[in-house]
């Protein structure tokens, strides 16, 4: 009996050891934990070389950077980002668009300008102050000044004169825009920027004409 008992202890002894040994060379038991930082945001470091586009022009990401940014701080440069927008970038309109960059679920965004090649420019205002042709510049204020805009007479038919005592940019129904009819005129007043564009919905605006008297 004690011989029995003996041998069935070294048995049981025998098959822990063996189930440790399979254990401890069992890759399936090893548990590998994740310690990389979470991703907190993109950035574009530097936009593409490229910037202005013509219409229906495909998108350049030349020369762009992207850095994927952690929550220890940390941050990488990425080049397998994404690039989207709502439509394609450069597609049927012109004007300013935006890119969105995204990765991983974090999203960036700059813009690019987009124009219509095939589109012409309004001829610039012609501006006279009692009769004598003005230009660019700043000039000395006196009571009683009336500055005359007209047409130039190569602009296009249906073109209109706008302008902006505001600085802002002026434009066909653009913010604090005037227009003035062909001919027509503005009374000055003293150390304000006028600025003054020939438009037309289908040409791009004139140059714009600055002016300013100051007292």
Known sequence: ?????????????????????????????????????????????????????????????????????????????????????????????????????????????????????????CPPVIATVNGVPITDGEYPFSSGIVLKLELPPDAPADAQIWYNPTGLNPGIGTDRSIRVSDGGTINIAANTLYKIAVCHPDYYNSDILMLRWSN
Not at 14 to 23: D, E, P, Q, R, S
Not at 42 to 67: C, H, R, W
Not at 90 to 119: D, H, Q
């Open 1 to 121: 009996m004690k011989n029995t008992s003996k041998l069935i202890g070294i048995i049981c002894l025998a098959a822990v050891i063996l189930f440790g040994m399979a254990a401890c060379d069992n890759p399936a038991q090893s548990v590998e934990v994740d310690i990389s930082p979470a991703l907190s945001r993109i950035v574009v470091i530097s936009q593409p070389v490229k910037t202005l586009y013509d219409l229906n022009e495909e998108f350049d990401p030349a020369g762009m950077v992207v850095a994927a940014i952690y929550a220890d701080g940390t941050y990488d440069e990425i080049t397998d980002y994404t690039v989207s927008s709502p439509l394609p970038v450069t597609e049927n309109f012109p004007g300013v668009k935006s890119v969105i960059v995204s990765y991983k679920g974090k999203t960036a965004s700059f813009v690019v300008n987009v124009i219509n090649l095939a589109k012409e420019k």
